[in-house]
């Protein structure tokens, strides 16, 4: 039992990990409809940048509060410089510039900052004894961190699409873009906003995820989040704030319990149970379990 529980606790800081950079993926989903195939090494950038800042002897939470503000500013301006010129011409080129920035990004961070492993301070508590023991299992103040995050982002994500001006707006530009510029919405500005945003729920999810993770801060270390969290998007429904955290627990689960019961699924396979649950879920439900079905009038 008290093992069940260590593997059902790690499935759950995980799951919660990729529900994070999942609810990044929504954001730029419902604000803009397109998928951010960049969002991972988005996070891995500024996550990059919020170490370097705390190599300056800058407080950790002071780095976490700038990162996030680097990530909406580059967010917004790569909607603004890069995507918005190229949209208008060809939603294909929207991909092809995503994974640009794929490869971009992560050169970038290599290129400014090596590509030597490095150690991003927690902002909680995770020392050997900063545990509470429930059950006999040991649930750390760093893992409850994570989790906390996602239910206080959450929260605030769910105010804001349902009881502000911008979250209207940008569910009326993710519905359908012209008819809501003919209403009055500023589309150039949601759109701005929209990636702003994501690019600063990502950054969030790297600095609390690259502390837990066994390789630390590398040049790879948001690939499988990234893997994970799209499986979770896509599980969950992309338009769905609530789909991305019930997909992203789930897998993180499913993760932790087939890893730890299922003896010939090791580190490798893990991707691999992702990928498959990726395609099984656009083969047999595309619009994932809480995703609107999108209506075409004729």
Not at 234 to 260: K, N, P, Q, R
Not at 266 to 289: C, E, M, Y
């Amino acid at each position: 039992m008290e093992l069940f529980l260590e593997r059902l606790i790690t499935g759950l800081t995980n799951g919660s990990v990729y529900a994070l950079l999942a609810l990044a993926l929504v954001v730029v989903f419902r604000g803009t409809g397109t998928l951010n195939f960049a969002q991972g090494e988005l996070a891995l950038f500024t996550t990059f940048f919020a170490w370097w800042l705390t190599t300056e002897s800058i407080p950790v939470w002071i780095a976490i509060i700038a990162s996030l503000i680097a990530g909406f500013v580059l967010g917004a301006l790569i909607e603004r410089l890069l995507i918005r010129p190229v949209q208008r011409r060809n939603d294909m080129a929207v991909l092809i510039v995503a994974l640009g920035l794929f490869t971009g990004l992560n050169s970038l961070a290599g290129l400014i900052w090596g590509s030597e492993t490095k150690i991003m301070p927690s902002p909680f508590p995770n020392g050997i004894d900063d545990y509470v023991s429930v059950g006999g299992a040991r649930l750390y103040f760093d893992a409850l961190g994570v989790v906390g995050a996602l239910v206080a982002l959450m929260i605030v994500l769910t105010l804001l699409f349902r009881y502000t001006r911008v979250g209207l707006h940008m569910r009326a530009v993710a519905d359908n873009g012209e008819s809501a510029t003919l209403a009055g919405v500023r589309t150039s500005r949601i759109l701005a906003i929209g990636w702003g945003l994501s690019g600063a729920i990502g950054a969030l999810a790297g600095v609390l995820v690259t502390p837990l993770s066994p390789q630390q801060l590398g040049l790879t270390t948001m690939f499988h989040v990234f893997i994970a969290a799209s499986a979770a998007a896509l599980f969950g429904g992309l338009d769905s704030l609530t789909g991305a955290v019930v997909g992203g627990i789930t897998i993180g689960v499913l993760e932790a319990m087939l890893t730890g019961y299922v003896s010939f699924i090791g580190g490798s396979l893990q991707q691999t149970s992702a990928l498959f649950i990726i395609v099984a879920i656009l083969f047999l439900r595309p619009n994932g379990l809480f995703g609107t079905k999108r209506l075409v009038r004729v």
